[in-house]
């Protein structure tokens, strides 16, 4: 097949996140195969108009703020002759609404939608307009096929209005060559806790701080990591000054993926506040790792940890019971032995190879009916 992927990052942009590398690793895995594959995104400082990676043919334009404008238009002059089977488009931010530029088939990829989530990210204007697009997509995309990477994801489009019998449900992967455990790297000697993700608004870094606190009381010498860059990383270490925590929490910024795993490795807990994730990729790479995790009981998340045995999952926003799972946890060596060992086997199920082989038996379906 010859498909065209539009997604508002690709895997070079510094800004890349778990949407990017969870199409990247489907479509690196299509061109693997035979297939070709030309995605649309758009530009970044240092980056190439065009570029081949991986086999992928990026070619990019626009800025993060009119992406959702200009990306169309660059994949409707790259549709007009005709060399395209099917349009794959990454709702991950505003949507695209492919469907309103091409009569090909669509295949719109949902990691997640905002919602009133929205709404903790950014000023009352910009949530208000993003809900509205938001809320054009059951009418836009009303013959199109969906792919949710979690049932939470599907049942969310249920409830906006769209098909089930529209949509499947397709894990995501784990890169298990990098996320594994490491022989040469034991735990730390003193209990440490560690969160993986942006520093932004919505991910509620600060529930993460606050309970981090409390387990402090409880275990002094507890350390925090905070893995991640993004706008609210000055605010956030104010806030870890400001609740005492001092030289008790460690800001690592951008982290590469050696890093991460290092970091992982040497963690014994991690933990995810978020209030809504698509997947919760972080929580699996933490478990690939050996390490439980406690998290919220929001959607993606409820799908990601298996609740009481790779992690545990608490009510979203509630720091009492973040730090009571993370410190009973630390203290409880039998329950976290078997919760390690449940998250190890859990993420070994989860393989790209799998994932690529469902998301392409779905390109077939739709662009081969």
């Not at 510094?14 to 690793?25: D, I, S």
């Not at 065009?50 to 990026?58: F, L, N, P, Q, S």
């Not at 949507?95 to 009352?124: C, D, I, K, Q």
């Not at 993420?347 to 998301?359: I, P």
Request: net charge positive.
């Amino acid at each position: 097949m010859r498909i065209l992927a539009l997604n508002w990052r690709d895997i070079r942009s510094p800004e890349a996140g778990g949407a990017e590398v969870h199409l990247h690793e489907i479509m690196r895995r299509a061109v693997a195969r035979g297939h070709s594959v030309t995605w649309v995104a758009c530009a970044f400082a240092g980056g190439a108009s065009e570029e081949v990676v991986d086999g992928i043919r990026v070619v990019r334009g626009g800025s993060w703020w009119n992406a959702n404008f200009v990306l169309p238009r660059i994949a409707k002059r790259l549709l007009r002759d005709g060399s395209f089977d099917l349009v794959v488009e990454d709702i991950n931010k505003i949507p695209f609404f492919m469907p309103m530029h091409t009569r090909l088939p669509v295949v719109a990829v949902v990691p997640h939608l905002f919602g009133s989530t929205v709404f903790r990210e950014t000023n009352p204007l910009f949530a208000t307009y993003v809900l509205g697009w938001e809320a054009l997509i059951p009418l836009v995309y009303r013959r199109a096929w969906f792919v949710a990477i979690s049932p939470s994801t599907r049942d969310d489009l249920v409830r906006r209005g769209i098909a089930e019998n529209r949509i499947d449900v397709v894990l995501c992967g784990l890169d298990h060559g990098r996320y594994r455990l490491l022989p040469s790297i034991a735990r730390a000697e003193i209990p440490t806790v560690i969160h993986l993700g942006r520093a932004r608004k919505y991910k509620a870094v600060d529930v993460v701080l606050k309970a981090f606190a409390r387990v402090r009381g409880e275990l002094n010498t507890a350390r925090l990591v905070i893995v991640g860059d993004g706008p609210e990383l000055s605010s956030l270490k104010q806030l870890a000054a400001s609740l005492g925590l001092g030289d008790a929490v460690t800001f690592t910024g951008h982290a590469d993926g050696n890093t991460v795993v290092d970091l992982l490795n040497r963690a014994h807990v991690c933990v995810n506040a978020s209030p809504k994730e698509g997947w919760g990729l972080t929580v699996v790479e933490a478990n690939a790792c050996g390490v439980p995790v406690v998290g919220s009981d929001r959607p993606g998340l409820l799908a990601s940890i298996r609740d009481n045995e790779s992690g545990v999952l608490v009510p979203y926003g509630d720091v009492d019971a973040f730090a009571r799972g993370t410190v009973e946890l630390i203290r409880d060596r039998a329950l976290w032995n078997r919760m390690s060992a449940a998250g190890l086997a859990w993420a070994q199920s989860l393989t790209w190879e799998r994932t690529a082989a469902e998301m392409e038996a779905v390109f077939e379906k739709v662009a081969r009916p």
